[in-house]
């Protein structure tokens, strides 16, 4: 393979791996945003009690009724409520049969155990996704500037 050829390969490689890594950060920021204002609103939605289906460990899968419809979850908290300090606030579930499950109004496959978000985890979350978009941008603004043309 000629030099300038491989050269044009490596350099389109690295630029298209660090605007993947920007892309990836994008998406990581956007999916944090989403997840602390459903963590934020879950303050505020309606409970219903839930049954406890199967328990694997510290995983749980329960079953409740909303508006009818038998729906079946096994979320627990939201990512931003994984926060240092909260596990020990948090109930085990562990000899529970029924649960409290805070239900999304309009949609019913949304719900959580635990409701609320931490300022302190969602902080932590999106700076590690603006940094992976930064690093990212700057990479691949790097790695496609030409430094030097080889003959």
């Known amino acids: 393979?000629?030099?300038?050829?491989?050269?044009?390969?490596?350099?389109?490689?690295?630029t298209a791996f660090f605007a993947g890594l920007a892309l990836i950060g994008a998406a990581f920021v956007v999916l944090v945003v989403r997840?602390?204002?459903?963590?934020?609103?879950?303050?505020?939605?309606?409970?219903?009690?839930?049954?406890?289906?199967?328990?694997t460990g510290d995983r749980l899968r329960y079953a409740y009724v909303w508006r009818g419809r038998l729906v079946f979850s096994s979320r627990q908290r939201f990512l931003t409520g994984l926060a240092p300090g909260l596990d020990a606030r948090a109930p085990t579930f562990r000899g529970a049969r029924t649960v409290e499950v805070a239900v999304h109004p309009e949609r019913s496959d949304v719900a959580v155990l635990m409701p609320g978000g931490s300022k302190v985890a969602f902080s932590a979350f999106l700076i590690l996704g603006g940094a992976l978009v930064f690093v990212g941008a700057a990479g691949a603004g790097l790695s496609a500037a030409p430094a030097f043309r080889p003959h």
């Open 1 to 14: 393979m000629r030099f300038a050829t491989r050269y044009w390969l490596e350099r389109g490689v690295r």
């Open 35 to 55: 997840d602390f204002a459903d963590a934020r609103a879950s303050i505020r939605w309606p409970r219903v009690d839930g049954v406890v289906v199967e328990r």
